[in-house]
């Protein structure tokens, strides 16, 4: 039977960490903090504006939580994300995103400096994280699959790493990721020829496409560790992954579950991006 790759022992592992951090930033004069912009009252924004709120708190992160109502205009929005920019005393900034139809993504996340974009939704962030430089910071949830592997001792250099999905959230940056730690990475899609095969190949198998249990048994060899970063819901209404969890733990090596496993790692990268922020701002 595989091992299973929980979240919440990366979790306590990083919080560990952080609040050391953040305890003696705030003895050099400094409190690492978050400033999170919700706008309306979606269901999906509050819970994880409360989730990242939770998570800031057990890691020794201010939070200061912004909320604006759905009608709120676009210029509105860009000037307290410019405001945000100049505060020093606030670290990190994240937008609850998607943003309602009226207002200009890309013009709001343009607006953010990439020193306090700590979710990589900046294209500076972006190009930081292609080129190898500490530019921003990397998204979230891709940084939690390499935190993962690397809690449990997984080794990256050398292996050949299968990344199934191509997203500027997710698929492209954890390549980029891997890549930068000494993987050969190839990137798939659902329309890739032949995927099956490419993913029987890989020693380490990331899944991020957004179709529930899409990854079966014909996806899997023995040994490989897996990565599975789907939340979708099957038809019974169970959260579950883009990987057949029962046919992963009968065949792989090791594997995230869903829920339990990736998803609660990124908000303790949130966290940590805040506190490395918070570290370069502060020159320590």
């Given at each position: 039977?595989?091992?299973?790759?929980?979240?919440?022992?990366?979790?306590?592992?990083?919080?560990?960490?952080?609040?050391?951090?953040?305890?003696?930033l705030?003895?050099?004069?400094?409190?690492?903090?978050?400033?999170?912009?919700?706008?309306?009252?979606?269901?999906?924004?509050?819970?994880?504006?409360?989730?990242?709120?939770?998570?800031?708190?057990?890691?020794?992160?201010?939070?200061?939580?912004?909320?604006?109502?759905?009608?709120?205009?676009?210029?509105?929005?860009?000037?307290?994300?410019?405001?945000?920019?100049?505060?020093?005393?606030?670290?990190?900034?994240?937008?609850?995103?998607?943003?309602?139809?009226?207002?200009?993504?890309?013009?709001?996340?343009?607006?953010?400096?990439?020193?306090?974009?700590?979710?990589?939704?900046?294209?500076?962030?972006?190009?930081?994280?292609?080129?190898?430089?500490?530019?921003?910071?990397?998204?979230?949830?891709?940084?939690?699959?390499?935190?993962?592997l690397?809690?449990?001792?997984?080794?990256?250099?050398?292996?050949?790493?299968?990344?199934?999905?191509?997203?500027?959230?997710?698929?492209?940056?954890?390549?980029?990721?891997?890549?930068?730690?000494?993987?050969?990475?190839?990137?798939?899609?659902?329309?890739?020829?032949?995927?099956?095969?490419?993913?029987?190949?890989a020693?380490?198998l990331?899944?991020?496409?957004?179709?529930?249990?899409?990854?079966?048994?014909?996806?899997?060899?023995?040994?490989?560790?897996?990565?599975?970063?789907?939340?979708?819901?099957?038809?019974?209404?169970?959260?579950?992954?883009?990987?057949?969890?029962?046919?992963?733990?009968?065949?792989?090596?090791?594997?995230?579950?869903?829920?339990?496993?990736?998803?609660?790692?990124?908000?303790?990268?949130?966290?940590?991006?805040?506190?490395?922020?918070?570290?370069r701002?502060?020159?320590?």
């Open positions: 039977m595989a091992e299973i790759l929980k979240g919440k022992a990366v979790v306590d592992s990083l919080n560990l960490q952080l609040k050391r951090r953040a305890e003696e705030r003895a050099a004069g400094v409190a690492p903090t978050l400033a999170i912009i919700r706008v309306g009252d979606s269901g999906d924004d509050i819970a994880y504006e409360r989730s990242a709120a939770k998570c800031c708190e057990a890691a020794g992160v201010d939070v200061r939580p912004r909320h604006f109502p759905a009608s709120a205009g676009e210029d509105e929005i860009i000037e307290y994300v410019r405001s945000l920019n100049s505060d020093d005393s606030v670290h990190g900034v994240l937008i609850l995103r998607p943003l309602p139809a009226h207002i200009d993504d890309r013009a709001v996340c343009r607006a953010l400096a990439p020193e306090k974009d700590i979710d990589g939704i900046t294209e500076y962030s972006m190009a930081g994280l292609y080129s190898g430089k500490k530019i921003g910071f990397a998204p979230c949830t891709a940084e939690a699959s390499i935190d993962m690397k809690h449990y001792g997984i080794e990256i250099e050398g292996k050949h790493a299968v990344v199934v999905g191509r997203s500027f959230v997710v698929g492209k940056p954890v390549a980029m990721m891997l890549l930068q730690r000494n993987a050969t990475v190839t990137i798939c899609h659902t329309k890739t020829a032949g995927l099956p095969a490419i993913c029987r190949s020693d380490i990331v899944v991020a496409v957004g179709q529930a249990k899409l990854v079966t048994e014909e996806y899997l060899s023995p040994g490989q560790v897996i990565i599975d970063i789907g939340i979708n819901f099957d038809e019974n209404g169970n959260m579950c992954g883009d990987v057949d969890y029962q046919a992963a733990l009968g065949r792989s090596g090791a594997v995230t579950p869903v829920p339990g496993g990736i998803g609660r790692v990124t908000t303790a990268v949130l966290a940590k991006h805040v506190v490395e922020a918070c570290s701002l502060a020159g320590l």
